[in-house]
């Protein structure tokens, strides 16, 4: 078994660190907070006596190998430990550490494994700062150039390639340099279905299609005291209208489409001008690839409409598109049967939330580990997981990866 | 009649004063820009050999008395010069420069008042950095305690007697020193109604009452990708159900009702995080009273049911509120007298925007002049008013006040 003391001590370590003047969690990507995040990973790697390596899109890895088997293509665990704003502590962070919590139980066990293992912190994979989510796993997997991934923008204004210079993670190895022989990432559910069933573990067997837009609605500002409502072009309104669109046709529909604004501003932003400008973000996801084209094009239809009737200009970025994926079935059976074996139920799922391990299925056989959520809640500070259930899954972890690295 | 190049040439240099990275022109009040503003209107006042008044709010008084008639109430013309944000260059100005036009038009026509002539230049009419707008006037009337006024917090957190000071415009005199005989403010119109009808001169009868109101809808955040439609309470969704209710209110209903969102900020504003909180606000305008009262109800009693089905905290802040005014029917009927004389077409109307003459009328017989405003844009760039509409402005201002001086 993993040691149970040191990884609670080091989740509750590690979510220390970002913390904002309100007391909140904040550790953005390429952040100096991420930096600060990430010295406390290399540090925890090292007194593990793994070796260190750091790749050009600052992904992280701790590597664990011997000479006979330095060559062998290794088992790789791992998640991320950038957050979103106002973050809980266990989001991303608690695969990293139970990832290396894993190779430190097999270490001291005086396991002999057949092939390398290996944790890795992907870098960006929240997407909050910059645009796509599981940024640095896609990069590493070969589904986005690293000098296209090093130019992006961020919300804020600075280029995701600078920001790792800066605090010194842009690292020299090519993406991609570790092919793994197999990827098992452990993430807490964020959502509500293990608490509700009862479930302690979720063999997650698939996980939905991600659609991300920018939407700006244009038109003319013009005085809220003098203009008629007959005369008014209100891109603060139509953005309204959108919202409302997306929410009534998700919540009606029968199916598990979830549609989410999540960003809003409007222009120029102020209490007696009818705004000229709205920007706002749309989150579409679905399991199957089919209904989300179809919601994706149920929207595009909406806004055409809208700019016809409401007689303002609409323009759409995308920011984000990964299909649905389906994971390695023989993982997610050595998942359920290690759970079988330490007498704990297990269920299989959908993961609702995009993850690293979406990216590494491209190039590797790939598979998750659930454990539930209280309340469903993430991405919120009172994120949370009852502590003999993070325990329990970091032992499966361990148990899979056992088989996985003496293949 | 007044020097109408001189007039035109301030307007447009005034217009300059202020100008963002963009070429926008934001002159907020107590900024750096309302201080390059203000002390070019000071400059002008003094070359037209004005004594030059500043009170404890800040407004600017340029007085033209002699030691005969110093003692008598004066009349007073007068605007503001702070604008919105990406503001256009008459709103305010152009009564302000109006005013000081007329006086130096009378006094180089040899003209001898019977009473003292004063302009005046309002600090934050606008009401965009401190709510509530019409502050200066309003402290000037009476209608709001100076100290109170000096203590408003900024949307960017500074505070208002703070910036007054920095700027050097914190003056000494105190509000109200100065009791109007009659007050007659010039403006742009603002709206469509005179460019619709073809009339160059409004004169302005009333003036539509004003609600504002900050909301805040409060629930828990929670993650985009797993968060089911049913189990959703989101803070984003709730505020734009509030937009398309007002909007749907005022623009189904047969009145002259106006509703704006001006105002909308979604916490923690990230893709894929359900808003835990959005702040939005309401422009709510009517010219009548019990209307008015009767729309707040609506918003009040709407608010109320969302929160019940949205599972939602809503709370709701008052920023400003000011009842219909009546003008003094007097001096209407002069500045349609002078449109008469100079065989220029009137038209009686209501302001849609709230003016200085709102407030001072609690203290003195007002009255108000429009002239059109081009496609009825206002708090816009594109704001404008054809010159010969400006300059027959400038002249029945300066016929009726010519007519209140002598009285
Ligand atoms: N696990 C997680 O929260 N990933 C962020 C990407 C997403 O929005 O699903
Ligand atoms: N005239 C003008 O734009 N005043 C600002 C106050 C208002 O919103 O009506």
Redesign the pocket.
Known sequence: SIDAARLLERLRELGQIGRDDNGMLVRLAGSDADKAGRDAFVAWIRSAGLEVAVDRIGNIFGIWKDHKNADDAPVLLGSHIDT?INAGIY??CYGVLSGLAVIEALKAAGFVPARPIAVAAFTN???VRYAP??MGSLVYAGGLPVEEALATAGTDGTMLGAELERIGYAGSEEPGFLKPYAYVEL?IE?GPVLEREGVPIGAVENLQG?SWQRITVEDEANHAGTTPMSMRRDAGHAAARVVTFLRDRARNANTPTVATVGCMSFEPNAINVIPSRATFTV?LRDPDEGRLQAEEAALASYLKGLAATEEVTISVERLARFEPVAFDRRIVELVEDAARKRGLASKRMTSG???DAQMIARVAPSAMIFVPSTGGI??NPHEHTPEADLVAGANILLDVVTRLAAE
Do not use: P, R, T, W
């Open positions: 979103v989001d991303g994979e929240e997407g989510d599981m993430h964020q991600i989150d939330a995009g993850h993430s991405h």
